[in-house]
């Protein structure tokens, strides 16, 4: 038994190691060991430096943009007050002067009325100027658009990147600050939101058993309720209709971001909904487009492998053809050689009976088939007859 003392004393003679590696203390009390906590620790690097990026991004904004806006605001009070108070004044004076003449009085008001409207138009042209009005107009009050709060769900829009357009920067030095401040921040935030992604993905591979099939219709099923679901919480905080609630949340999640509307919801829980919104649809759409590429290039390499496959048939057919046409030429060579045998043999058959030799001015007689039998002593060599006698 590996507990018992005769086993240890074993051990301890053959100099084998009594007891494992002992974990530090940093680690004794984790559920993990330190390859583990390394890589936990990556991930989760990885979210506080974009929490940290947003934070601070909120707080530079805030700090460029803000006194911008107040110093606008006096501006746009004091335009106001002089403008009106102008055309009171200006007022007063045409009445007194006009007197009982109510054309004069009319033509001379309506240039001044006309002046007043193109003046408070100019102001309405400036986003800080509109806004000071509809905040008198609203709220009796001026209520700042850069705010702590506002300012960092516009760093977390940038990122995201939804863009509601709610704030923006309207000073130069903020301008082109936020032009490098997306182009920083909107990689990172991606990189989370995919790592994030994976998890999530992975997380319901393993709860479905590692069935493609099964995770990519969770994901759809998922990605199309959420709309609802985030719509439902939206118009649960805050007074808008449900059918703006889900628009408001399409609009979010698949960061189209018009900022037509705007719900009166803690930042905090906005935030939230969108980001969870964003990773679903990044996870859904990555393991939807990969799975939809990997079929296409399976279908492209079993493609080119049937015409690799076609290729060999073919030279395989060429190789019959040819191997086909050396038989029946062999074939017909042999036959020509029998042939030639054969017409060998008659030849030599033909070269046992006599004929009779060529003499000069012999005339041509075209004749097929000449009996020699009869007249062959006729046509006897010389010497032959000779031999006779």
């Known amino acids: ?45 990885l979210i506080v430096l974009c929490v940290s990026y947003v934070f601070a991004g909120a707080a530079l904004f805030y700090w460029i943009e803000k006194p911008f806006e107040e110093a ?45 409207t193109d003046a408070m138009f100019k102001l309405f042209k400036d986003p800080i100027s509109a806004n000071v009005f509809d905040q008198q107009f609203y709220n009796c009050c001026h209520l700042g658009q850069w705010t702590l709060e506002s300012a ?33 921040g909107i990689p990172i935030a991606l990189m989370v939101t995919s790592d994030i992604g994976k998890f999530i993905c992975g997380f319901i591979f393993k709860l479905l058993h590692d069935s493609p099939l099964w995770s990519m219709l969770v994901l759809m099923i998922l990605l199309l309720s959420y709309p609802f679901l985030m719509g439902l919480i939206v118009s649960i905080l805050s007074p808008m209709s449900i059918i703006d609630s889900v628009y408001y949340s399409i609009m979010c999640i698949f960061t189209i971001g018009y900022g037509d509307i705007f719900p009166p919801v803690p930042t905090p829980t906005l935030i939230l909904l969108i980001v969870f919104g964003v990773t679903l649809v990044t996870v859904s759409v990555e393991l939807v487009g990969s799975t939809i590429i990997h079929n296409v290039h399976y279908m492209g390499r079993q493609m080119s492998r049937a015409r690799e496959i076609a290729g060999r048939v073919m030279k395989m057919a060429q190789k019959v053809n040819v191997n086909r046409g050396l038989s029946l030429g062999i074939s017909q060579l042999g036959a020509f050689t029998r042939f030639g045998m054969t017409m060998d043999l008659n030849s030599m058959a033909v070269k046992n009976i006599p004929i009779r030799k060529e003499t000069a001015f012999e005339p041509s007689i075209a004749l097929d088939f000449v009996d020699f039998a009869s007249t062959s002593g006729i046509f006897m060599d010389d010497s032959e007859a000779f031999e006779e006698l």
Not at 77 to 100: C, N, P, R
């Open 1 to 45: 038994m590996p507990n018992s003392p005769k086993f240890h004393i074993v051990a301890a003679l053959n100099g084998q190691t009594l007891f494992g590696k002992r974990k530090k203390w940093l680690f004794a009390f984790l559920p993990m060991d330190k390859e583990q906590l390394r890589t936990f620790c990556f991930h989760f690097g």
């Open 72 to 116: 606008r605001v006096l501006y746009t009070e004091e335009v106001v007050a002089a403008s009106t108070a102008g055309f009171i004044e200006s007022g007063v004076t045409v009445l007194t002067q006009s007197k009982d003449d109510f054309e004069a009085f009319n033509a001379s008001m309506v240039d001044l009325v006309d002046e007043f």
């Open 152 to 184: 960092v769900l516009f760093a977390s829009t940038t990122v995201i990147p939804v863009g509601f357009g709610l704030v923006a920067p309207s000073t130069p030095l903020g301008r082109i600050l936020l032009v490098l401040y997306a182009m920083v």
